[in-house]
Each structure stands twice: as structure tokens, then as C-alpha cells.
């Protein structure tokens, strides 16, 4: 074990070495010393454990692959071949050329974020975004923040604290990553009050748990799983009925930030904001980055007072949205104003995308890959907490695996860790790629790492 010591290099001796120079002059000399330190350190630990010692090639080695993998860009750029429009696991909705310009514009330099102009006094970051919202959904003003959990959180501190927010049994509901409805009103002060059953809940049943200390009537939309068969529940529109005759404000969760009418693509309908505030209800909340197609931010619309009452609670100032973000909404909601959201936006261009589109580019990347692969017909789903159960006719490139060790798993591998990382999906020991949610610009960067995954790499 002495010698094992013994063999082990000096700090001095692995920092002179001209592959670790060069790590210093891509990073830093104390960032590398730093790294050389641990990992001579964990040689020593394993040498006491009755290892033997690396020599000092396969330290350094290590120390390259470790700052490559810890220093590295962060996050990386992922072609997206799974089918899955808004891929929580690959951040959701991807940004149209315009937001992607809008935000370097606001990260490269200054901005008026909180200026007016035209007096050269303070201004709001909300007065611009707030316009375009009310715009596009019809309400009387908007408050913007930075997820909609965040909304809904300040939205029952700010109406309801100290008081009881009534909810259907069926929407004490986990959203997602731990986000339940019954944790939330506990935080925001409230007191939930569940009425009606999982599956069957009336207008009856809200109206005879209404008391003096009632503050709201929260209705949550289901916009992550589906329950069917024998099943009620009231529409917004009888809510807001109910809450007007007892003066009780209703806040509507819709969850996804739907502005276009999913009908029009073959899909259920996706309740919208501008249906919600139409209906009346006192506030509604929606994300930005689900179908709406833009950032993360939880989007706050309706009645005026309780808006502002909403905008002056303390918790906003906590939950508010950055100029970054801001930037990518205010541009988002631009192609809604501008009615181009289907040709401009990612999420609803693939939504959109048509069924002689898709086919025609799977046969394409078939051609281009000389006969490695199969062209058939699939299914794409919208995913991230939308629309559950939808799904939309798709064409597929089903990857020829043969005589590769490992079979599809190992090809999925290769194609996850590669330049760019290609993620696919695996069905039936076979490897698949949807077109629908790759960016036609990612075409030919996606057919060099499938060439170099089946192991050809030209």
C-alpha cells in the first residue's frame, strides 16, 4: 500500500502537465488546482480502500472529463424527437425567433423595464405586459409573475387569507412536482373547505358550504389527467352565478394558458382565458410556457380591484417576473395580436403542422439515411400538463438497429450523449423519431448524430 502512495503524482507535478495547462487557460488556475486537489484526494481515499493507485494519465484523464462535465454550457441545446410538444424534461415550450431576439435585446443592455419615457419617471414592468393581456383575453387588467403556481399562491394569500376557499373534492388535485391544491391554501393562509365527491360535484354543493367567512370559490382545471365515466362538475359560467348572488369572488386555475382554440387541430377543448373572464370570474390564472408557447410566468386576469389588491400584497413583490422572461412574453403575445401564432410560434406550428408535412419530411430523413431506417404512421402527444389523453396523427422514423450490440437501448444512448444529444422515444425494442416536434432547421444536425449513433458517420 506504501508504494501505492508512493506512485501517486504531486499537485505541482499534474498541474505542469500540458493537458491540464490548457485546462487552466479555458478556465482558471485556482478552479483547476481546485479540481486536481479533490481528485488526488479521492485517489488516496480509494488507495486506502485497498485500490490500486491511477497512474497519471488516468488522473488526468479523469480531471478532463470531469471539468468537461461540470463546467461544460448549462443548459444544453436538445433536439427534441419524442412527440412530445411541451417536454417538461427538456424545459417545455421552445421560444419563436422574435422572443429569442427579444430577450437578447434585454439581456445585452439596458432597458426602460421600470421607466416611463415620456415623463422620465419610474414606470411599472406590468403597464406594458398588462396591456397585451387584457388585449388578448378581454379583462379589465393583468398581472404577470413568475409561474403559475406562484399565481395561484398569491392570488388566494392576497383574497382569501384568514378565510375559506371552497374547492371540489375532484380538484384538491397535485398538479405536478408536488404542487397540491391543499398545500397551497394552507401556505397562502387560507382554509380549504372540500365539497361534492371525486367524481360528481354540483352547484348545490358549493352553495351550502358558503358562510359569513367564506372568501372564494376556487375551481381547478383538470389539465393534467382526466377523469371519466359517471361524472359533474359546474362550468365557470354557474359558478359565477353563484359566487354574483352571494358576493363570494371565483378564481379559475386554468392551468395551461390556452389562447387558441384547440378544436380547430382536432383536440378536446382547452378551456381559455378569454372564455374565463367572459364568464365573469373574479380572477383566472394561466401559465406562459405551456400552450400559450412562451416563458415560464403565471399570468393573472380579471376584475380590476382584485387585481390591484392581488398586485399589492407583499408576495408579489417575491414572485415577480424578470425582464428576461418579460421580454420572451411580451414578444409571445405579440403574434397572438398579430394572428400569426400558428406560423410563428414552435408549439402551435407543430400543433399545426400537417399530416402530408410530417410525412413527407420522415421520408426525407429516411432517403438521407440510405436505407437505415423505416418510415410508419404514430401518434404525437401535447404533454406538460396539457390536454391529457390527446393525441395527434404523426409519421415516425423507426431506426434500423440490427446488428448493433445493446439494441435499441444502446442506440437511444448514442443518441442522447452525442453532438447535439438527440432524444427519441423507444417502442417495442425499436427506436423512434417524430418530426412533429423537431425544428425543420434541426433536420440535418439530427441526421449527422443518427449517422454517427448507427455508426456512420457520413
Same mark, same amino acid.
Not at 351550502?208 to 362538475?233: D, K, M, P, Q
Given at each position: ?130 396591456? =397585451? ?30 378565510? &375559506? ?13 408536488? %404542487? ?44 393534467? %389527467?382526466?377523469?371519466?365515466? %359517471? ?10 352565478? =353563484? ?41 383566472? %390564472? ?17 376584475? /380590476? ?37 400558428? &406560423? ?84 417495442? /425494442? ?11 432547421? /434541426? ?16
Amino acid at each position: 500500500m506504501t508504494e501505492n502512495f508512493r506512485s501517486l503524482p504531486g499537485v505541482d507535478r499534474v498541474l505542469s502537465d500540458q493537458r491540464v495547462q490548457e485546462l487552466v487557460e479555458r478556465y482558471s488556475r485556482q478552479a483547476v488546482l481546485d479540481l486536481v486537489r479533490d481528485g488526488l484526494d479521492r485517489a488516496r481515499q480509494e488507495v486506502s480502500g485497498g485500490a490500486e493507485a491511477p497512474t497519471i494519465d488516468e488522473l488526468i484523464e479523469g480531471l478532463r472529463d470531469q471539468a468537461g462535465c461540470h463546467w461544460r454550457s448549462w443548459p444544453r441545446p436538445v433536439i427534441n424527437a419524442t412527440g412530445v410538444i411541451l417536454h417538461t424534461n427538456l424545459g417545455r415550450a421552445p421560444l419563436s425567433r422574435e422572443a429569442t431576439g427579444a430577450v437578447q435585446r434585454a439581456a445585452t443592455g439596458y432597458s426602460d423595464l421600470e421607466l416611463d419615457l415620456d415623463t422620465g419617471r419610474r414606470g411599472s414592468r406590468q403597464a406594458h405586459i398588462s396591456r =397585451l393581456v387584457c388585449q388578448l383575453t378581454g379583462a379589465e387588467a393583468a398581472l404577470v409573475v413568475n409561474n403559475n403556481a406562484s399565481a395561484v399562491l398569491l392570488g388566494l394569500a392576497a383574497v382569501a387569507q384568514g378565510k &375559506e376557499v371552497i374547492v371540489s373534492r375532484g380538484q384538491a388535485v397535485e398538479i405536478g412536482g408536488g %404542487f397540491r391544491i391543499p398545500d397551497v391554501l394552507r401556505q397562502s393562509g387560507a382554509t380549504l373547505v372540500e365539497v361534492g365527491t371525486t367524481n360528481r360535484t354540483y352547484v348545490r354543493d358549493y352553495e351550502s358550504a358558503i358562510n359569513e367567512n367564506t372568501g372564494a370559490i376556487l375551481s381547478v382545471h383538470a389539465s393534467n %389527467f382526466r377523469v371519466t365515466g %359517471f361524472t359533474h362538475s359546474p362550468d365557470i359560467q354557474e359558478l359565477v352565478e =353563484l359566487g354574483t348572488r352571494y358576493a363570494v369572488p371565483i378564481l379559475h386555475d386554468l392551468g395551461s394558458g390556452c389562447l387558441l382554440d384547440t378544436r380547430r387541430f382536432g383536440l378536446t377543448y382547452e378551456p381559455l382565458p378569454q372564455d374565463s373572464v367572459k364568464a365573469g370570474a373574479g380572477l383566472s %390564472f394561466f401559465s406562459g410556457d405551456k400552450l400559450l408557447g412562451g416563458p415560464q410566468a403565471g399570468i393573472i386576469v380579471g376584475d /380590476e380591484t382584485l387585481v390591484d389588491t392581488v398586485a399589492r400584497h407583499p408576495l408579489a413583490r417575491a414572485v415577480r417576473i424578470d425582464k428576461l422572461s418579460m421580454a420572451a412574453l411580451a414578444a409571445t403575445l405579440m403574434h397572438y395580436i398579430k394572428e400569426e401564432a400558428t &406560423e410563428k410560434i414552435p408549439v402551435w406550428r407543430m400543433v399545426a403542422a400537417t399530416d402530408q408535412d410530417l410525412e413527407a419530411r420522415a421520408h426525407g430523413w429516411r432517403d438521407a439515411l440510405g436505407g437505415r431506417a423505416s418510415v410508419e404512421q404514430g401518434l404525437s402527444t401535447i404533454g406538460g400538463g396539457s390536454l391529457p389523453g390527446e393525441t395527434l396523427r404523426t409519421w415516425l422514423l423507426s431506426l434500423e438497429i440490427d446488428g448493433i450490440d445493446g439494441g435499441a437501448d444502446e442506440v437511444a444512448r448514442r443518441l442522447r450523449l452525442g453532438e447535439p444529444p438527440v432524444m427519441g422515444r423507444i417502442e417495442e /425494442e425499436r427506436v423512434l423519431l417524430d418530426p412533429r416536434t423537431v425544428l425543420p432547421e /434541426e433536420d440535418e444536425a439530427l441526421l449527422q448524430a443518427v449517422r454517427k449513433a448507427l455508426g456512420r458517420d457520413s
